[in-house]
């Protein structure tokens, strides 16, 4: 058996929503998508909500959760979007926070947020 699993996305994109690899999870970024692939429209706290909250699903699926994730990636479409995106983001992790980075970046048919993380799931 492979050290490696791969978990299939539900969105027609040539990607793994998730890769297990040892103990570590990766998961895809993640845009404000609805279950048909459109932007959810809304001001950054309300896209951030709705990342964190397919995150979160995600990483329960996969058993794992919030407090699990050591490292996470975002971009921002605009960068005086964050301490708005800040705000909504800290709710997210009242166990204490991961390490971060954030760019700014064009996104994905106008998103204003896109975040992927790295969980710690044990071996």
């Known amino acids: 058996m492979s050290p490696i699993t791969r978990y299939p996305t539900p969105l027609p994109a040539p990607l793994s929503k998730a890769v297990r690899a040892g103990g570590f999870l990766f998961l895809s970024g993640v845009l404000p998508m609805d279950a048909q692939a459109n932007i959810i429209a809304g001001d ?3 896209q ?3 990342v ?3 995150i979160a699903g995600t990483l329960t699926e996969l058993g794992a ?3 699990d994730v ?3 990636t975002v971009w921002l479409s ?3 979007d964050f301490g708005a995106f800040n705000g909504e983001y800290q709710k997210h992790f009242p166990d204490g926070l991961p390490a971060r980075s954030t760019v700014q970046a064009t996104l994905y048919k106008g998103a204003r947020v ?3 993380v790295q969980a710690w799931v044990g071996s």
């Open 44 to 46: 950054i706290g309300a």
């Open 48 to 50: 951030t909500r709705a």
């Open 52 to 54: 964190l909250e397919r």
């Open 65 to 67: 959760s919030m407090r």
């Open 70 to 72: 050591v490292r996470v």
């Open 78 to 80: 605009d960068l005086d």
């Open 114 to 116: 896109e975040i992927e």
